[in-house]
């Protein structure tokens, strides 16, 4: 599928802030005074901002607001409300820490959970997809939750456990390329099953039935050549996860260490996440014979 730049930036960045607020609300990190107003102001900033990118995907932005009518059926509706609620319910914590108030960490445990819940909404978005094989198993939910824990870690200067987390993101990120290349075959689709023609025969593509591009073609086949792709893979696992490990491990700790960790990891996370966009090879690809 074609790799929209305001969609990555919404998964990256709203993963990471989401993260990072779920870690200040559990007290991983507990911060106070000018400290604390920065620190949840950072996780806030992340958080909203990449809400606001996503909304640059849509035609009509000021539309973004039907999305909170279809949480029955619809997760992209119930990551709306659950960002919104994980957003005010973690408020009077960061206002807690920032004044020195002393409230509950329940009300933290609370906010830290919503938070999460947007981020497995945020995944189930894909993972729900049959139709793009490469993204329907569990390992697309395993992946946003590493990406997101793992940011967040780096930030808290959490040490040994971030250097674990990203040992840990660069194996699940192999892995899941190395699924991710054989769901196509495995799903079993084929063009008779995409054109519903199976039935009478084995159909194959004569001619393209366009002239010209058309929405589906232009959004839902995009082609990645495999050298180009195999050096983002390698860019992906390793800066996402090994190096910025090996920044954690050998130079001193402090925030020179975690800011150049963090920038590392996050040029990992955006070649990963272009990555799960451009090789996400969608079913009616078949009809035109480009799978």
């Known amino acids: 599928m074609r790799p929209a730049a305001s969609v990555i930036l919404f998964t990256v960045l709203s993963g990471f802030g989401f993260g990072y607020l779920a870690a200040l609300g559990l007290g991983v990190v507990t911060p106070t005074g000018g400290a604390a107003f920065g620190l949840w102001g950072l996780g806030y900033a992340l958080a ?131 699924l991710g290349d054989r769901q196509f075959a495995a799903s079993g689709a084929t063009l008779a099953s995409a054109t519903g023609l199976g039935r009478i025969g084995t159909p194959a593509v004569f001619e393209q039935p366009h002239a010209g591009g058309n929405y589906l073609t232009v959004e839902m086949i995009h082609v990645v050549g495999r050298r180009h792709a195999h050096k983002l893979r390698a860019i992906a696992v390793t800066g996402s996860g090994l190096i910025p490990a090996l920044v954690l491990l050998t130079l001193p700790a402090g925030w020179p260490a975690t800011v150049l960790a963090l920038t590392l990891h996050l040029v990992g996370a955006l070649a990963a996440r272009w990555l799960f966009f451009a090789e996400a090879e969608h079913v009616v690809g078949l009809y035109y014979g480009q799978r």
């Open 48 to 178: 909203v901002g990449g809400l606001l990118a996503s909304t640059l995907h849509l035609g009509q932005p000021r539309r973004a607001l039907l999305a909170f009518s279809q949480w029955r059926s619809s997760w992209l509706s119930r990551e709306a409300w659950a960002a919104v609620a994980s957003l005010l319910v973690l408020a009077p914590m960061a206002l807690s820490d920032g004044l020195g108030l002393g409230w509950p960490r329940a009300i933290g445990g609370l906010g830290a959970g919503l938070a999460l819940a947007t981020l497995g909404c945020t995944a189930m978005i894909y993972a729900q997809l049959r139709t793009v094989p490469r993204w329907h198993h569990w390992l697309t939910p395993a992946l946003f939750a590493g990406f997101a824990t793992t940011g967040a870690a780096i930030l808290a200067q959490t040490g040994a456990l971030a250097m674990g987390l990203c040992l840990g993101l660069s194996l699940l990120l192999g892995l899941g390329f190395r």
